[in-house]
């Protein structure tokens, strides 16, 4: 048996640590385990750590409104049943349904497709889907422009806008291609009135 003072232990490569642990696990060698345990986590801690490259004004500025529109779109999940299954059951019939997820795997506003293309230097969105209908609520920002001239843009059908213009004005450099989600859709500067327009509309999608 050999006798695992913390010297020993400590004179361990990583790989070989782990193998004891693991070991002592197995046979349930409590000392043993707290020794290479200890070690493991003095090992992690004097880890020097990578330092992340700083974001961009542009690029802070997208994570912050990626946070925010997730904040709006958890409280309309409360306020409205948003669910997916819910979705499914209401577009029974309509082909190639395929419900949205509010947010993304991460619990944030989505990636818009003109953002992901490179068109755009913004385009961040929650959305909801029934039937043929999808309503989305963004923040978009052309590319070259100051943060500031960023909008907030509910895109939704027009039936369902009060005041809405076509979606080719709202965004007039998307091409054929870009397909959008809906043909209306409003701008906005400020959140809070945006978040106003789009909980209307999801009161109508969800009626």
Not at 12 to 30: C, Q
């Amino acid at each position: 048996m050999v006798d695992w003072t913390n010297e020993r232990v400590a004179a361990l490569s990583t790989p070989d640590l782990k193998n004891l642990l693991a070991n002592a696990e197995r046979k349930d060698v409590a000392e043993v385990i707290a020794q290479c345990t200890a070690e493991l986590e003095k090992r992690q801690a004097n880890k020097p750590r990578k330092a992340g490259m700083p974001r961009s004004e542009n690029k802070q500025f997208e994570h912050d409104m990626a946070g925010e529109l997730a904040v709006v779109g958890k409280a309309m999940a409360e306020k409205y049943d948003l669910s997916e299954e819910t979705a499914k059951a209401a577009s029974v019939g309509v082909k190639g349904f395929k419900s949205h997820k509010l947010l993304d795997a991460k619990g944030y506003a989505k990636l818009g497709g003109m953002q992901r293309d490179g068109s755009v230097a913004i385009d961040r969105y929650i959305s909801y889907r029934r039937g043929k209908d999808i309503v989305s609520l963004s923040v978009f920002l052309l590319k070259d422009q100051q943060v500031e001239e960023h909008e907030f843009q509910v895109i939704a059908p027009l039936t369902m806008l009060d005041g809405g213009k076509p979606v080719a004005e709202i965004r007039p450099t998307a091409t054929v291609a870009q397909k959008q989600s809906a043909d209306g859709g409003l701008a906005f500067k400020d959140l809070p009135s945006a978040a106003e327009a789009f909980d209307k509309v999801l009161a109508k999608i969800t009626a």
